[in-house]
Structures are given as C-alpha cells and as structure tokens.
C-alpha cells in the first residue's frame, strides 16, 4: 500500500500540472477558504478550557476563534457579513483529537474483507470467513492477493485461529492474508508462504514466531515481527483502491467528528506521501504522524525530519513498539496469563519486541535527538521496560525531562508504574474501549477477574494527578469517539456488564481525553483541542448536550469544521 500510496501522490501532482486551468480549479476544491466571519449562538459551548467552561457563543473569523462569551457580547461584535449558526439547542464542542490510531483507520474496510464479530462484525465462524474469502476469490485472478481483516478467535465458534489449511480450501490459487483484529499477527494460506518463502526451516525472527505444528511445519499462523514478512503484499493496495479508502477514511473521521487524525507508524513509504497530500490540500483533515524510530532518526540526521510539517501535518514524535497484543497472548506481562497460552506453558507471559539494551538504545538515541518517544506498551512487564529505557534516556539527555514521552495504550499498568511514570513525567494514552469490546474475555480468558478491573486505570491516573488521553486505534475497532467517552464514564463490557467501575471517570475529565488532553499530548495545545481565543476553529455540532445525554453512543455528529471550513454537514450527505 505505501509504496503504491507514494507512486499515485506522483501521479496525482503531474496530473494536476499538466491539467492546468482545470488542475488548479481541482486544487482550489481542496483548499477552500474559510468564511470572513461566522457566529455560533443559541446553543452550550462545551468549551473545554482549563475550568471546563461553558459559554454560549462563539465567533471565528477566517480559520481561528477570535471570541468566545455570552450570545449578547459574541453578537454585538460580530461584523455585518458574518454567517450566522443557530445552534437551535444542540452542543457546539471542540472536534476529537484521534490521540492514537492508524490513519486511514477504518477506510481500510472499504477494500479489505471485514471479518470483525460482534459487536463490530457478524462473523461467528472460521466456516463464515472461508465463506467470505471463496466469495472473493470468485471476483479476482488467480494469484492476486486476498486480504481480511479483524478476525478474532475467542469470538469464533470454533475459538481458534483459522489456519494455512482452512484458507487453502477456499483460495488453493490466491495469495491470500488475513490480519487479526489485535493487529499484531496474521493468518497466512500456503499460496502466500510459497510466494514470501516461508517453510519449515524459516526461523522465527526477533521479536515474532511463525507458529508450528507437531511436526514443525508452518499453520499459518503469524505472530508480531514475523507478521511482516507479509505487511507489503498484503497492504499492497492499487491507485483506485487507495483512493477509495483515504475518501472512505477520511469521510469516517468527518462523520464521527474527529478533525485531526492519527497515523500511529508511519514508516519510510507512507510519511512522505501523507505529508505531501496534507500539503495540497488532499486530505479534508488534520493528520498527526508518529514516525518509525529508526527512520526518524535517519532523517533527522538529515536535517528532513520535519520538512512537509504544517498546519495540517504535524510530526509529534517518535514510534516504538515494545510488546504485542494481551488478547493475542504477545503482550508481556509481569504474571502468566490466566488460562494458559495453547502450546506453551503455565508460566507464559508473553514476550518483548525489544530486548532491554537494544530498547534502552533505540529510547535514548531518540531523546538525544530531541524526539519525543511515543511506545506502544500493553503488558506491565513492556511498561516496566519503557519506564526503565525513558529513566536512562532523560540521564543521557536532559533536555528531554519535560517532554512527556508517551506509552501508548497502557492497558495493565500498574499501581506503582503509574507512581513512577507521575515522577518520570510520562503519559499513558489508554485503549479504554478494550472494556467494552474485549473486558469479558479478559476476565475470564487473559488477565482473570482482579486484572481485568484494573484495565486502563483512568481514574487512579487521574487521583494521582498522571494526565492521560483516551484513543481507540482505529482500525481496531471503529472509530466512534462517544462509544470511548461512554466507556470511559460506564466500563460497561458487551455483555453489559461493569467492569473496575472505580476506574470510570466523569463525562467532562472523558472529553477532555480526546479534546484538550489529546491535543496537549501531540504537541497541539497551543493550537487545538479546546474552543478559545487565538485557536484554529476545529468545531463540531452535535444533536444534543452531551451532559444531559440518555446514552452518549446515540450523539450524532450534525456538522464538522476544520480550520473554520464545514467538511461535514449530516443534512448534505
């Protein structure tokens, strides 16, 4: 997908050359100025300043909020042509700040196969997603590639993994790859190791396993690292299916109201051409890129790192992956799994992407270089290893003290982790949604029922004074910013059940996760994530206050402005 991603930016900017008058007028399209003036009255302001204010009208001018008040005062000033919008009732709040995902996000599904279960999907079989890949087989050539993604095997009938050997059935003549909803692992048929020459005496590689049978011979089955031996065919999406799902992505976020998005590791063949289509003015959004440690070293060494950064591509800081996914049994954790991992033992807990010194080398060389790392951290032994790396980082450079380096989902940290990332100033950005749709498997499958309340410790976070934000990483799961405010304040599981409710937090501290917090977390505060003076008017409208809401997952988004400029209205779609 990159590498096609940066050869259709090529050809979409000779195209807008050589199309000349007609090429221009396309660019314009994309890079509509906003109106002189507009009013947003008659309706609460959710503000979401340092006291969480609550005004009652707003007006921008060009793409940035340039008052904030009473209707009285907001009116009185306002020039003669300003646009006037009558909130009629209905909220005016700050647009979601996507604090960790995967840009396209969701788009992915518009080309991809959608093995999700409920209460994503509708699969409920590996004899459904067999179905599925026969019917596409149906539609393609032999030997072109066939992708899925986010299957899961503890909501299958069978609760397993589809193997080499169910693909084959349905796809002997196809390629054909589909990726676990955790993200971290992939489940191969036989065509596709033939073609990555993958066999029995392929070694695992860092940080991965290729799962066995007794015999030793591959089943398919892909765990973290050794994953990517098939990342690019898999992701190897052409021209139109790219274009397809960045207006699929990019309508998603508009809908839900998120107005900057995240791509969560970019590596060397999609940041460039993310960066580029931010600057034309391509993408309707605002795209905040976390950059591949060891690529963003390498072009910072080069004085490039931060050439394509604008107000629409912001370059927050580095990615390292530390550990896998608990409910694909990879995340590291400090005490074995609750039901043993089939094939290994009691004692399994996981393991590292990183060993120690190599993690420590790739943390501090990233500080000296003044970038901020953010580390994906799922198990409580992964978060000790990234609290430890950040501890000799900040000895090595100093300088990097108060950058609040990141840890990325957080999911089982624990008590004195968070004590020590409140003294180390290091920010946990929690998968909270996990509640909802993994909390019952977790009790009863992965952590048992007195880790399981303990997943994403928001409110001990918060009590302790440790600031956070909330994200759903996306495409793991859709991207729907009330579903991870409601799971914030419910920690409802999708059986209905609460789990740790003396982790919820309140509906207000829950916004702020994806508002002004998020903001402040990429490196945005100054700019976004609350409705004040001075900031870019990144707005959204929705159908109802949120605070006197029956169920915060039935908030509609109605319309959507980025940099003042309406992206989204539900009454035009």
Do not use: C
Not at 50 to 64: F, K
Not at 176 to 182: N, W, Y
Not at 205 to 212: A, L
Not at 461 to 479: N, S
């Amino acid at each position: 997908m990159a590498r096609i991603l940066r050869g259709a930016l090529i050809l979409l900017i000779v195209v807008l050359v050589l199309a000349g008058a007609a090429g221009f007028a396309l660019y314009q399209s994309w890079n509509p100025a906003p109106p002189a003036a507009q009013v947003f009255y008659n309706g609460p302001v959710l503000t979401m300043n340092g006291t969480n204010d609550i005004a009652e009208a707003v007006l921008v001018e060009g793409g940035q909020i340039s008052l904030v008040g009473t209707q009285a005062e907001i009116v009185a000033a306002a020039p003669e042509n300003a646009i006037m919008h009558d909130l009629a009732g209905k909220a005016l709040l700050p647009g979601f700040i996507d604090a960790h995902g995967h840009y396209p996000g969701w788009g992915v599904m518009s080309v991809a196969l959608n093995l999700s279960s409920p209460p994503v999907g509708t699969v409920q079989s590996i004899d459904e997603i067999k179905a599925m890949i026969a019917a596409k087989v149906e539609t393609v050539s032999p030997g072109t590639w066939i992708v899925g993604m986010g299957y899961d095997d503890t909501l299958v009938a069978e609760m397993r993994h589809p193997t080499a050997a169910d693909i084959d059935e349905v796809a002997p003549e196809n390629p054909v790859g589909i990726i676990h909803v955790s993200g971290h692992m992939t489940v191969v048929n036989t065509r596709a190791m033939q073609e990555m020459a993958v066999t029995a005496d392929t070694l695992d590689p860092d940080g991965g396993e290729i799962v066995r049978d007794t015999a030793g011979q591959p089943t398919g089955l892909m765990k973290e690292t050794a994953s990517y031996i098939f990342r690019d065919k898999l992701l190897g999406f052409g021209p139109a299916d790219i274009a397809t799902l960045l207006r699929a992505g990019n309508q998603d976020y508009l809908t839900k109201g998120v107005t900057t998005a995240q791509n969560g590791l970019a590596n060397e063949a999609m940041f460039v051409p993310l960066g580029w289509l931010s600057r034309i003015g391509y993408m309707p959004i605002r795209i905040v890129s976390l950059v591949e440690a060891e690529y963003a070293l390498a072009l910072q060494q080069q004085g490039k790192l931060f050439d394509l950064e604008s107000d629409k591509y912001h370059i927050a800081g580095v990615k390292i992956v530390t550990d896998g996914s608990i409910q694909g049994y990879t995340g590291f954790l400090g005490k074995p799994y609750f039901v043993p991992h089939a094939g290994h033992g009691p004692d399994y807990r996981g393991y590292p992407i990183y060993q120690k010194d190599a993690l420590n080398d790739l943390v501090a060389r990233s500080m000296q270089a003044g970038l901020r790392p953010y580390m994906h951290g799922n198990g409580d032994a992964s978060i000790d290893m990234i609290l430890d790396a950040v501890e000799q980082g900040q000895a090595v450079a100093p300088k990097m003290r108060d950058a609040w380096p990141v840890i990325i989902h957080a999911q089982m940290m624990r008590s004195d982790q968070i004590a020590r990332a409140k003294t180390l100033s290091v920010s946990p950005s929690f998968f909270n949604a996990h509640v909802y749709y993994w909390g019952d498997r977790h009790r009863e499958i992965f952590m048992g029922p007195e880790r399981a309340a303990r997943m994403s410790p928001m409110n001990e976070a918060l009590q302790a004074q440790l600031p956070f934000t909330l994200h759903l990483d996306t495409p793991i799961v859709p991207m729907d910013p009330w579903v991870m405010v409601w799971s914030a304040v419910e920690r409802r599981t999708s059986s209905g059940q609460q789990l740790g409710p003396d982790q919820r937090i309140g509906l207000m501290q829950a916004i702020r996760g994806t508002t002004i917090d998020a903001a402040w977390q990429a490196g945005l505060g100054e700019k976004a994530g609350s409705i004040e003076q001075g900031k870019w008017a990144d707005l959204i409208i929705v159908d109802q206050d949120p605070r006197a809401a029956d169920d915060l997952r039935e908030i509609k988004t109605l319309s959507t402005f980025v940099g003042g400029v309406e992206q989204f209205n539900a009454a035009t779609q």
